[in-house]
């Protein structure tokens, strides 16, 4: 009688904690379909808002009767909007990637000086485009003792400044007035560093400060502000700090601020250090002539686009539409001093072009330009023989440093 009796208890037991279970396994469920839901919303308002700019301000740009100086401002515009669309697609293809966990990081030997030169130069020259163009009265500030310069790090350069752009990209979005700090300090005995970016922005609830590097979150307080952006930024910036060995955390308070920091491993060697350099806001165009450039693209769009830039420098270029072509002209274009290889072209592929033209033990220098922007496949570019390589879209300043190695 009492073995029957503890039975039926303990059946009521069981069956009662399936139901929890069960009940919480189908709110967990509902909710994950809610945040997918919102995102692929809030998706697909942040595609339309900048297509919507740059399709509406391009078409204003054909009208005669709209003064000079209008179209000027238009061109700004279609800039901007261009640029947030293709950090947007970014995002999507690097969170793709880590949901199929297929996202590589290249671990390297980076110092520290170099990180600190690009965010020194990249945000303050940020900041100062946007002045006049959204409201914002924003002091940036580089903090890093000299005595962490020459302090060398074994991380991914790319992804790591990647985290560091969404962090202070973040914190611009949501501090209107103020300042932006990044800095750094060495940490656990010496064996980490710890990048830090501190605002004076509109700061998070602590409630929120769980969830905020979770996938498909976006956090919106006031009700009468828009902050652009699909909510991927944080996330993605989380799994990549895991993938450097690293972690992320953030503490903040409502009105106040946030502080977000990323701990990065340290290589026990140091570094020269050299002060930061100011950076070209305009393209500044050099003097090639008396050289030979090879430009393999098959898409007009993009063939003309870079023909117009590089006339500006009065270099012989020469056209080639397909990797047969390309192949072929190296050949016969007598002291021809860089190609710039398109990568998927009709007939021979970049790739397949570059390694006919080694074979024939030529050792001209060849760019790859790439749309295919994942690091992982920009690292098996270098390993299959490209003496370099440029994304698309090319931005011209990007085009003439690296010119300026295999030309000046």
């Not at 950090?87 to 590589?104: C, P, R, T, Y």
């Not at 409201?135 to 560091?164: A, C, G, W």
């Amino acid at each position: 009688m009492c073995t029957g009796n503890f039975n039926i208890a303990g059946f009521h037991y069981l069956f009662e904690e399936g139901t929890r279970q069960l009940i919480a396994a189908k709110e967990k469920a509902e909710e994950s379909d809610r945040l997918k839901s919102s995102f692929l919303a809030n998706l697909s308002h942040e595609i339309r808002t900048p297509l919507n700019a740059i399709i509406g301000f391009s078409g204003l740009l054909s009208d005669k009767d709209i003064p000079d100086e209008e179209k000027d401002s238009f061109n700004t515009i279609i800039k901007r909007s261009s640029d947030m669309l293709l950090s947007l697609i970014n995002d999507v293809i690097d969170f793709s990637k880590i949901e199929a966990g297929q996202l590589q990081v290249n671990i390297t030997a980076v110092p520290l000086h170099k990180i600190t030169t690009q965010v020194h130069d990249i945000f303050n020259l940020e900041l100062k485009k946007q002045q006049g163009e959204i409201v914002h009265d924003l002091d940036f500030i580089v903090n890093v003792p000299p005595k962490y310069q020459t302090l060398t790090l074994s991380t991914d350069e790319i992804r790591l400044m990647q985290i560091i752009s969404n962090l202070i990209n973040n914190a611009i979005k949501f501090t209107s007035k103020g300042k932006i700090e990044f800095g750094c300090k060495e940490c656990q005995n010496g064996d980490w560093i710890e990048f830090f970016v501190k605002d004076t922005g509109i700061g998070m609830k602590k409630e929120y400060l769980s969830v905020i590097f979770q996938r498909f979150r976006k956090i919106e307080e006031t009700p009468n502000q828009v902050y652009r952006g699909a909510g991927l930024g944080l996330a993605i910036s989380s799994e990549l700090a895991n993938l450097l060995g690293g972690k992320i955390s953030v503490e903040s308070v409502p009105n106040i601020g946030s502080v977000f920091s990323i701990q990065i491993p340290l290589k026990k060697e140091v570094s020269a250090y050299t002060p930061p350099a100011p950076v070209l806001t305009s393209p500044n165009y050099p003097y090639y002539k008396g050289f030979n450039i090879l430009i393999a693209e098959d898409n007009q769009s993009n063939y003309l686009f870079l023909e117009k830039i590089l006339n500006k420098t009065r270099v012989n270029i020469y056209h080639a539409t397909n990797g047969q072509q390309a192949v072929s002209l190296a050949e016969k274009i007598p002291d021809l001093h860089v190609i710039l290889m398109d990568i998927k072209m009709p007939e021979m592929n970049g790739i397949e072009a570059l390694h006919a033209i080694r074979r024939k033990k030529l050792s001209i220098p060849i760019v790859a330009q790439t749309a295919y922007a994942l690091a992982d496949e920009v690292y098996n570019l270098k390993n299959e023989g490209f003496s370099d390589y440029i994304l698309k879209p090319v931005n011209p300043n990007d085009l003439f440093k690296l010119l300026n190695k295999y030309l000046i």
